[in-house]
């Protein structure tokens, strides 16, 4: 089983940064992909982006290339999201997510096919 504890959420202004951390365990991770998902209010969940956890190639929605980072820290079991240039269409529920990926696979699968496994969320709010 995976376990997927997010934090770092809050309240921040437009055009400022925040960051977010996933705690993952419960198994080997090699051949996973984490990411991202976030889910504004009355809105499907959609995806931010992943990270294929060996070797470290990521894939990002569109609406957040070149503002937000995916990173992970492999020794730790940690998972991050670098937010930067928040704009108020950012405020959300993220979730911390995982997806089997194996070495066939593009890390496009979490964006195509959603994930496997969920953590509870953690609210981000941009103030305009």
């Known amino acids: 089983q995976v376990q997927l504890v997010e934090s770092g959420g809050g309240v921040v202004q437009a055009g400022g940064s925040l960051s977010l951390s996933c705690a993952v365990s419960?198994?080997?991770?090699?051949?996973?992909?984490m990411g991202w998902f976030r889910q504004a209010p009355e809105k499907e969940r959609e995806f931010v982006a992943a990270?294929?956890?060996?070797?470290?190639?990521?894939d990002y929605a569109d609406s957040v290339k070149g503002r937000f980072t995916i990173s992970r820290d492999t020794a730790k079991n940690m998972l991050y999201l670098q937010m930067n240039s928040l704009k108020s269409e950012d405020t959300a529920v993220y979730y911390c997510?995982?997806?089997?990926?194996?070495?066939?696979?593009?890390?496009?699968?979490?964006?195509?096919?959603?994930?496997?496994?969920w953590g509870q969320g953690t609210q981000v709010t941009v103030s305009s």
């Open positions: 997510a995982a997806v089997p990926l194996s070495n066939f696979m593009s890390v496009a699968t979490m964006r195509l096919r959603g994930a496997d496994y």
């Open positions: 419960g198994r080997t991770f090699s051949y996973y992909a």
């Open positions: 990270i294929r956890w060996s070797g470290g190639s990521t």
